[in-house]
């Protein structure tokens, strides 16, 4: 019997070991997931094709999620790939940040939505980015004061603040929305930062959320403040000029902003 089992041991590694020293035996195209019966389209697949294309930027300019969508992002957005993306790109960030000589003028910019905040909740009731943006009720959410961290961005805000790096919130919310956000951000359990910059709308009215962000990043450097580091979700956080020494960009395929 144990000659048997020792037998059939070797033949299962030889078997193995054959596998992978010879790579090309495999057949890598039949291996393909399946597309459909006579077509090229599943909605999971082709959902997950254009997350990538809106996170390598390839896909801009978009309205809305796709229709097909809605379950593929509601799962993900409220799932653990989410969250493990997220995770990855603060973790980048704080081992860049970790490599860094700080000094009292090096800051950190943060976007607020989707970034320092999340608005998942509104999202949640809103189809996941599939109806069409709607202003009176993104503003009555936000108005409320109660969107939540998200906690990996948080994770790496703290880890920022305990390297000496000031912390400087960029947000598109306007002015008017200043007092709320910061007790949105003090409830949310951001308790520290050099500035909040608001989006003054009598001067950038009709103006890209890139010009925007780049204008107040020069204004911040004019200052004397040195960006080491700038991290948003949207492309138009990190595009332009100014950008800091490094970005990162968050996960988002919920809406776009240009
Ligand atoms: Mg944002």
Request: aromatic content about 12%; charged content about 20%.
């Amino acid at each position: 019997m144990k000659v048997f089992v020792l037998f059939v041991a070797i033949a299962v590694a030889a078997w193995q070991c054959h596998g992978s020293d010879h790579g090309h035996e495999y057949q890598i195209f039949p291996l393909r997931m399946k597309t459909g019966h006579g077509g090229h389209y599943i909605p999971e697949v082709s959902c997950q094709s254009w997350r990538l294309g809106v996170e390598a930027h390839n896909v801009i300019d978009w309205k809305t999620v796709p229709l097909d969508c809605e379950g593929y992002i509601g799962n993900y957005i409220l799932g653990d790939q989410y969250r493990s993306d997220s995770k990855t790109v603060a973790r980048e960030a704080y081992y860049y940040a970790k490599t860094l000589n700080i000094t009292a003028k090096d800051i950190w910019v943060f976007d607020v939505d989707e970034t320092t905040l999340s608005n998942l909740p509104y999202y949640a009731d809103h189809g996941f980015g599939v109806e069409p943006y709607n202003a009176t009720a993104f503003n009555e959410w936000v108005d409320l004061g109660e969107a939540p961290a998200l906690p990996e961005s948080q994770k790496l805000y703290k880890k920022l603040l305990s390297l000496g790096i000031k912390i400087v919130f960029l947000t598109g919310r306007p002015l008017e929305q200043k007092a709320v956000t910061v007790t949105n951000l003090k409830l949310a359990g951001y308790n520290k930062w050099e500035k909040i910059i608001t989006k003054d709308t009598s001067i950038y009215h009709g103006k890209t959320a890139v010009t925007y962000k780049s204008t107040e990043r020069k204004k911040l450097e004019e200052q004397g403040y040195k960006i080491i580091g700038n991290i948003g979700d949207q492309w138009s956080d990190i595009l332009g000029t100014n950008t800091g020494d490094r970005t990162f960009k968050l996960p988002d395929p919920l809406y776009y902003i240009s």
